[in-house]
T-cell receptor
Framework: GAVVSQHPSWVICKSGTSVKIECRSLDFQATTMFWYRQFPKQSLMLMATSNEGSKATYEQGVEKDKFLINHASLTLSTLTVTSAHPEDSSFYIC????????????FGEGSWLTVV | QKEVEQNSGPLSVPEGAIASLNCTYSDRGSQSFFWYRQYSGKSPELIMSIYSNGDKEDGRFTAQLNKASQYVSLLIRDSQPSDSATYLC????????????FGKGTHLIIQP
């Protein structure tokens, strides 16, 4: 099946720094990708929808200047957490839509971010 | 507002029995329905998709869809301890740029 790769799997950064997470669709073109955040024992929370070649659409309450999303190609979207703080520590997951296969959405492996 | 409802559980099922997971959705325009399995600390993994009324079987898994009643279910036959996970129901209205609307998930525990 389709594969979505996310990197890095784990990242620890100092408070105030920025960290970038990459999401790649490996065997299909993804014009639309999605970024989620999940805190322990809680459900997935959609942060933003990333559209290739255009600005991301952010969900209510998500700071677009803090969570920068770039979707410059049909196979790559990036999420940059800027000026990270400990409360940003979470599990970040991307997903990508395969338009050619009934709009099926596949998830990346997720990235654990710890801000110290 | 589109909503997907699931019983959060935990749902405890003895090993070898059938686990039945249910999901209801509010948007009658929904066209695609998915079940994802999520182990603790891992990202969701697609296990079943269904698009038309009726049953769809894949190995030990059977997805059932009833659009008139707006529910979708997942049956797991011969449950194994490795099936213990949170199962997420997801609904896609189709078209446009909308992503999936997820339920909060049902925590399934298979007791050895």
């Amino acid at each position: 099946g389709a594969v979505v790769s996310q990197h890095p799997s784990w990242v620890i950064c100092k408070s105030g720094t920025s960290v970038k997470i990459e999401c790649r669709s490996l065997d299909f073109q993804a014009t639309t990708m999605f970024w989620y955040r999940q805190f322990p024992k809680q459900s997935l929370m959609l942060m933003a929808t990333s559209n290739e070649g255009s600005k991301a659409t952010y969900e209510q309450g998500v700071e677009k200047d803090k969570f920068l999303i770039n979707h410059a190609s049909l196979t790559l979207s990036t999420l940059t957490v800027t000026s990270a703080h400990p409360e940003d520590s979470s599990f970040y997951i991307c997903s990508a839509r395969d338009w050619e296969w009934r709009d099926t959405i596949y998830f990346g492996e997720g990235s654990w971010l710890t801000v110290v | 507002q589109k909503e997907v409802e699931q019983n959060s559980g935990p749902l405890s099922v003895p090993e070898g029995a059938i686990a039945s997971l249910n999901c209801t959705y509010s948007d009658r325009g929904s066209q695609s329905f998915f079940w994802y399995r999520q182990y603790s600390g891992k990202s969701p993994e697609l296990i079943m998709s269904i698009y038309s009324n009726g049953d769809k079987e894949d190995g030990r898994f059977t997805a059932q869809l009833n659009k008139a009643s707006q529910y979708v279910s997942l049956l797991i036959r011969d449950s194994q301890p490795s099936d213990s996970a949170t199962y997420l129901c997801a609904v896609n209205q189709g078209g446009g740029a909308d992503g999936l609307t997820f339920g909060k998930g049902t925590h399934l525990i298979i007791q050895p």
